[in-house]
T-cell receptor, first 114, second 111 residues
Framework: ETGVTQTPRHLVMGMTNKKSLKCEQH?????MYWYKQSAKKPLELMFV???????ENNSVPSRFSPECPNSSHLFLHLHTLQPEDSALYLC?????????????FGPGTRLLVL | SQQGEEDPQALSIQEGENATMNCSYK?????LQWYRQNSGRGLVHLIL?????REKHSGRLRVTLDTSKKSSSLLITASRAADTASYFC???????????FGKGTLLTVNP
């Protein structure tokens, strides 16, 4: 285990549903990330939080809404998703947002949008 | 252009053989990292090599970095079936905090 947990592990939702993904890190890190991993595509960085402030929003559609209430928790709120949003969503954390830092990943949430 | 492109896309070997995966990138970097991902799981950090380092070892892993060629290689010696996974390189983009990942190499080690 990497010290980063994600729930749920699997999620099936319709295009009109609203759901949230949760990530928690037990490492005392100050930076947290959301990534999207689709088949045959590189890992895509979605959001970066540093000390609970969003420092990166990588041109992500507004149907994805992140929330970072404290440095240990990160949420990704989902609404009105499209089938092409089906993917593995990975959360990661690191000590800081320095590019030299190792990132620790959670196991991911496998999302299927019908 | 995509940073951190791995080569080959897929590699199949027998247990006990060595596996070599390569990564190329296009701009200057401060460090390069290798990660491993078991099917449908999160990524696990393997090793980080800084731009002023040429080689680094960790157990059965050996990573080299050639900044003049903008390339890195990951060598897994005496492979085991449990090494079956996708391997990704990731580069930083200089002064900012992003890690940019390649598409990965899928390694299959046959028992």
């Amino acid at each position: 285990e990497t010290g980063v947990t994600q729930t749920p592990r699997h999620l099936v939702m319709g295009m009109t549903n609203k759901k949230s993904l949760k990530c928690e890190q037990h490492l005392g890190h100050n930076a947290m990330y959301w990534y999207k991993q689709s088949a045959k595509k590189p890992l895509e960085l979605m959001f970066v939080y540093s000390l609970e402030e969003r420092v990166e929003n990588n041109s992500v559609p507004s149907r994805f809404s992140p929330e970072c209430p404290n440095s240990s928790h990160l949420f990704l709120h989902l609404h009105t998703l499209q089938p092409e949003d089906s993917a593995l969503y990975l959360c990661a954390s690191s000590q800081s947002t320095s590019g030299a830092e190792t990132q620790y990943f959670g196991p991911g949430t496998r999302l299927l949008v019908l | 252009s995509q940073q951190g492109e791995e080569d080959p896309q897929a590699l199949s070997i027998q247990e006990g053989e060595n596996a070599t995966m390569n990564c190329s990138y296009k701009t200057s970097i401060n460090n390069l990292q290798w990660y491993r991902q078991n099917s449908g799981r999160g990524l696990v950090h393997l090793i980080l090599i800084r731009s002023n380092e040429r080689e680094k070892h960790s157990g059965r892993l050996r990573v080299t970095l050639d900044t003049s060629k903008k390339s890195s290689s990951l060598l897994i010696t005496a492979s085991r079936a449990a090494d079956t996974a996708s391997y990704f390189c990731a580069t930083d983009e200089g002064s900012n905090y992003k890690l940019t990942f390649g598409k990965g190499t899928l390694l299959t080690v046959n028992p």
